[in-house]
């Protein structure tokens, strides 16, 4: 018998439309959201700036890096707000809007999108938005910005996806931009453009103030090219909650490299734009059926986390598979990824991590392996020295005694960092191997941070495959980061603990250990730099409006020029007290064979298939082929056999 919540495929849209429609229902004006705000005391405002120096003088891995990059002296800026707060009491200190802005932008001077101060309530896991979204393209004409989506239910005469928006509240659009643009932290110009762009019409207010203006007027050029406007309030919600369970693991125990700002952009935009992969979300939570969110998808319990199809483009048929982000419960994240992975075409792959502003460490770094026959080398991570870090250190032996003697050493010799260490084990990033034998290319943009850095420099450190970029770099986000909840626990059984609870769930973040890069980049810094793209895409209308066609056909093209390699065992019998394998191999010149982690034999190939008998191997537990062509290893495989 059906379900009766499954009444048909056509009757799921009008559905999930109408489930956003009734949330956004629930969404205030700016005024009277405002009304509402504003109730720290003077003390609690002492003790924010209290913890923030703490954390940025004491734990801030980048502060140094900062300071010379660009001339700032944040812990300077605090010092000075606390003292004027000292000379105020109840009846004469600032508005609220006014500490929380000088804060934020205090946080902002070092373009750190880890380091970050987070409003108290009634302003977290708000988000204030505007019904549609602006996104950009480039022609030869120049740059263009166009709606793209609209919130179920909204319409506007002549505003419709595709128009073109030339003026902002009367600036020019690329100039309001700009503003906006210089207003949020990020890590290079690409990034900070990327941010303005975004916060025209979504804002955290997790992370921002709500804006100043209570409403835009949108000049912009309707279908049939006439210029009209649009005046619209902003409007404030409650965001979707995070699929992370805030008892789960600690940053100490489980490494997040996150921006929590894109974190909580994504949600909201799924949130507003994406009403299907919200009440499919719902259905699966319930255990009932549901359409996939577009039509051809192959399915995923995930739909917030993963996009994954085949694409038609004029060089082949191809697999893309979207991740949306890496904050997800890694062994739910792992255990999907893999089964997608597998159902993935073996002509290549088209991997797409835009907009992925991170998460754990863990999800990012256990993914390389699957794309690849050589061996990962996670990314190493560094403290800087300092007396309240040792401290912590000391007090987690086990998760960070890693760190300990190196900086036990800088108390001598005054080093600024200590040794680096991979945030996950070597043994973790290797222990599954290649899964996907195709040729892969990766696509990156300027929204790309943290432990999506963290994924795409391993990408191309370790020559999985091309990396092709929307933007000229990645968001250059190169940390591990932890919550002041986090440096609370650390030091929780510590009872000289400096560090105080944060007043009606205020809250600050700070990068903690920064990230360096492996192989051909080896101690480069993540941080600031990101990742250069080896090819360029400039994003089109029709990327924007038909489902990134063109995209995909560039993406297509560079890998119709990689020749695919591939070795599999297709049988496996113990006879004799011998082990007999059949190996099936695709452009391979050499074979490699080892059991269980012993080399036992080698030779060439010339047909694509192998018999290998190795000699007293009966209770072998595994077997692993490598290929190889001119001496280079270009494919592997592994098989459990007991």
Known sequence: MAHPADNSAQDFVPRAA?????????????????????????????????????????????????????????????RVLQRRLERQTEQSKSPEWLFH????????????????????????????????????????RGEHFLVSHLTPGFSAPGFEPGVEVTHWSGIPVGKAVDLNAARFAGSNAAARRSRGIESLTVRSLT????????????????????????????????????????????????PVGLDLDMEEINRAKVMLFAPKVVARRKALDAGEAAPEVHAGEISTSLPEVFRAQEVQTSAGTFGYLRIFKFYHPPQEFIGEYLDLLQRMPERGLILDVRDNGGGYVLNAEFALQTLTPRHITPEPAQFINTPLNLRICRQNP???????????QAVELGTTYSSAVPLIPEELANRIGQQYAGPVVLITNARCYSATDIFAAGFQDHRIGPVLGTDENTGAGGANVWEHKDLIDALANDPGTPYRRLPKNANMRVAIRRTLRVGPNSGTPVEDLGITPDEHHRITRRDLLEGNVDLFERA???????????????????????????????????????????????????????????????AARSARVEGFVGGELVASRTAQLN
Do not use: C
């Open 556 to 618: 297509g093209r560079i890998l119709d020029t990689l020749t695919p390699h591939a070795v599999a065992i297709t049988d496996a019998t113990a006879a004799g007290g011998a082990l007999r394998l059949k190996v099936k191999a695709v452009n391979i010149d050499r074979l490699d064979v080892y059991v269980d982690q012993r080399p036992r034999a080698s030779l060439d190939l010339s047909d694509g298939q192998a018999d290998v008998t190795v000699p007293d191997a009966a």
């Open 207 to 254: 992370r921002h103030l709500p804006p100043f203006e209570e409403w835009v007027t949108v000049s912009f050029i309707d279908g049939a090219g006439t210029a009209r406007e649009l005046r619209e309030a902003w409007r404030i919600v409650d965001n979707l909650a995070t699929p992370v369970a805030a008892e789960g693991p600690s940053a100490v125990a489980q």
């Open 18 to 78: 109408e489930s956003v429609r009734e949330h956004l229902a629930a969404a205030t004006g700016l005024p009277d959201f405002l009304a509402g705000a504003g109730t720290l005391t003077l003390a609690e405002r002492l003790l924010i700036v209290d913890q923030a120096l703490l954390m940025l003088d004491q734990n801030y891995v980048h502060l140094p890096l900062k300071a010379a990059m660009y001339a700032v002296n944040p812990v300077q800026r605090l």
């Open 398 to 408: 086990e998760e960070l005694g890693a760190w300990l003697p190196s900086m036990e």
């Open 101 to 140: 802005a000088e804060m934020s932008e205090i946080f902002n001077l070092v373009r750190d999108l880890h380091t970050n101060y987070l409003l108290p309530d009634p302003y977290r896991g708000k988000v204030a938005f505007l019904p549609f979204l602006v996104e950009h393209y480039e022609d030869d």
